[in-house]
């Protein structure tokens, strides 16, 4: 051990009486190591923005719609007290329709989506409310004309975020229904997926059952609800039993009239995509790698020519042709761990230049880079891996050399 | 008293079959331990030939070769590198010391090949530099320094790891008379110190210094006798 120690002294001193030679044989591996810890940490740090603001919003969700386009399997109203009275682990139920409109403030005249929803849409809603509250089950039972607005667009309708008991005079179609603001949403946190823009239409929230009142009839039949697991239930099971119950009220078993998608399936269709870009990525990076590898190689063998002296005295003086080998292979794989460590440090500082000039240019897609320990880990192994597989063939050639050869060679 | 080397009926050729060289053709010699033994010859006579084959550098065509006693004609690569390193120092004309290292650092090699632990090789070095008088240059590169302390430093390294026998190959083939007379005054006192010492030169003067000298020609051994006026070399030029 104290020997192995040695010859790592002298791959060393060798370096570093070659620095300038050493660094541009580094330069391979430094370029290709950053590049692909550059983009793995770009690429993880989308991920978790991703993952984190679509969690946010969607974990838990389990989406159910009629897939029959006569109408006649249509979710009722029925259907929704049926599966929250009679399926376990289930948060909140609610079907939403929709409607556009219009109103004027003294800031001016907007466009508004009108969106009719449940009482659970408290529920739903992971970032919460600000100031105020959501509409309760009575309010939903009796139609109040009562509504729930973002901060953002109080500010943009009233200047101020203090609204709560101000009155909003919607006009959908050719009613205007007057609306009393009980809630203000909090903003979204995360950037990434509020896409607010100066004429984006003001969003309201308020029952469902006020659209009576704009449609003269009641609003019963949805294509399609949306359900709420509990924080521990499963949703796989939530899915069959709902699937259950609902062929069973509408005498349709095994006809997958009523179809689901989990939440978490398209967050893992998400998390799938952005890893398969990441490992494209590194590999095109991963490719530089093996460049560099062929140049550490191409430069150790030229080292060796030119040191076939020293090699000869060394083994006049009884080197063998293991302390040789291990002399330049050492050599070698300490050239491309140093450069790896450098590359590592680059990559990283790349990966936050890159999401800091991207924060700069777009700051609705501000993130920052998340830094793999396994990544750097591999990185550094697979740097001095790349030393020693290229470093073995002109380390050979070093070890193999006749001493009477190597000596009388000038 | 066994021999410390000991030669039977040597044969070395170069390129066998075409372009046939015998470099070495029938040589059998032996040294006893302490001598002072100098080998000439003219140029291509075989000298470096001889000097490769008992610093087991290179392997004979043919012959037997007992160093130390021990059989060492049929060793492989690394046994031999094992053998050089503990029972030979070498001294070449070329100086051969490594530019990277100090004379320190060139001074220690063959003993970090012996796996002498660090503490201890600094200190051979280090004694073995002041007994050659460099001992306030021990942390020169070779090309700070002059020819004639360069090969100091080369005898240094010869002597540090204490081996039995010293080969020097024209050690003072490529220095000016001064610098060649005080190497030959260390080889001399390397000789008193009770170390064998085995002198290769094409240089009659140099040879003249040894107690006994072994004529080679053509690859054969011409003479070997014992020199009955032993004399310091460069004493001769001062009178
Ligand atoms: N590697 C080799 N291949 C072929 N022939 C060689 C080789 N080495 C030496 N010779 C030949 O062997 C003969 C002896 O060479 P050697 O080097 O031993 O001579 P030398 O006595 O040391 O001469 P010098 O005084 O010039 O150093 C010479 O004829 C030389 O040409
Ligand atoms: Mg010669």
Known sequence: MSQFLEYIKMAFANIRANKGRSFLTMLGIIIGISSVIMVISLGNGAKNVITESMAGIGAGQIAMYSSDDTGSYQITSDDIDAIREQVDGIKGVLAQDSASGSMKTSKGEFTVSGIGTMPDVQYFDKTGIERGRYFNEREYLSGQPVAVISEEDAIRLFGSTNVVGMDLDITFYDSTITFTIIGVQKPQDSSMMSFVYEDSPVQVTFPITVFEQIYGTQVDSFYMVYMLAEEDADTYRITSEVSNLMERRHQCKGEDIYQFENFSDYMSIVNTVVNMVTVFVSLVAAISLVVGGIGVMNIMLVSVTERTREIGIRKALGAKTGSILVQFLSESAIITLIGGLIGIVCGIGGAYLISGIVGIVNPSLNFAPAISIPAIVTASLFSCGIGIFFGIYPAKKAAKMSPIEALRRM | ?239
Do not use: W
């Open chain 2, 1 to 239: 008293m066994d021999a410390l080397v000991d030669v039977r009926d040597m044969k070395k050729i170069y390129n066998p079959g075409e372009n046939e060289v015998h470099a070495l053709d029938g040589v059998s010699l032996q040294i006893t331990r302490g001598e002072f033994v100098a080998i000439i010859g003219q140029s291509g006579s075989g000298k470096s030939t001889l000097m490769n084959m008992l610093g087991c550098l290179d392997v004979p065509t043919s012959g037997e070769y007992y160093l130390d006693g021990r059989d060492v004609s049929g060793l492989g690569d690394d046994e031999l590198s094992t053998i050089r390193n503990e029972e030979i120092g070498f001294i070449f004309q070329g100086f051969n010391l490594i530019p990277n290292l100090t004379a320190l650092e060139n001074v220690e090699l063959p003993l970090i090949y012996r796996k002498v632990p660090a503490a201890k090789r600094h200190e051979l070095a280090v004694e073995s530099l002041k007994k050659v008088g460099l001992e306030n240059r021990m942390d020169h590169k070779p090309a700070e320094m002059s020819g004639g302390q360069q090969q100091r430093v080369a005898i240094a390294r010869a002597l540090a790891a204490k081996p039995p026998v010293i080969l020097a190959d024209e050690p003072t083939g490529n220095l000016d008379s001064k610098s060649s007379i005080e190497i030959m005054r260390i080889l001399k006192e390397l000789h008193e110190d009770g170390r064998t010492v085995i002198l290769i030169t094409h240089d009659n003067g140099i040879a003249e210094s040894a107690k006994r000298i072994i004529r080679i020609m053509d690859g054969k051994i011409e003479a070997d006798y014992i020199n009955q006026n032993v004399q310091e070399y460069g004493g001769a030029k001062k009178a």
